[in-house]
């Protein structure tokens, strides 16, 4: 009987051990906070994923992260946002209650948006004039009579053998 609660108790250890462990994990815990633009209305995404448009507020978990900011016409902006400790709380009970809380270097989380320097065109290749193109573009006015043909001699026949070095008489 013994043996049987050794082994019973070894059983729910060794199960203990195998479960993934969602017991013994402690969350992260997220502080609001406040992301803000100039000029409003730009994207934010931090490293962890979450997104929204300024002015807006997000429940980050407490850890150093980076906030970008993107809007059209404008060049993104990266800013970085470090985890502070908390203040000492030692002192008053008000103030230690609050304190507590994690906080962020910068909050407000800000960033002001700099214009995108406009698109420059790629330069177009000149177009090169057409023999056609060129007549037709400046027709010269023709006062001389084209020059009159020549006649030519008939061309000789040719012979599918090639010619003799001493012709045979």
């Not at 992260?65 to 000492?88: C, E, H, I, R």
Request: overall charge positive.
């Amino acid at each position: 009987m013994h043996k049987v609660l050794v082994i019973a108790a070894c059983g729910f250890a060794l199960a203990a051990c195998s479960s993934s462990g969602e017991m013994m994990k402690t969350a992260t815990p997220t502080v609001p906070l406040q992301f803000e633009s100039e000029p409003p209305g730009a994207e934010v995404k931090t490293s962890g994923g979450q997104t929204c448009k300024t002015p807006c507020a997000l429940a980050v978990p407490a850890a150093d992260f980076m906030a970008t900011y993107s809007m059209n016409g404008f060049q993104p902006q990266t800013v970085a946002v470090k985890l502070m400790p908390p203040d000492d709380p030692r002192g008053d009970s008000e103030v230690a209650i609050g304190a507590a809380l994690p906080r962020f270097d910068p909050s407000p989380v800000y960033a002001e948006l700099v214009k995108a320097p406009p698109k420059r065109p790629a330069p177009r290749k000149p177009r090169a004039a057409r023999p056609a193109d060129a007549q037709a573009a400046s027709p010269a006015p023709r006062t001389a009579a084209p020059p009159p043909m020549q006649p030519t001699a008939p061309a000789p026949a040719s012979s599918p053998w090639p010619p003799a070095a001493n012709p045979v008489r």
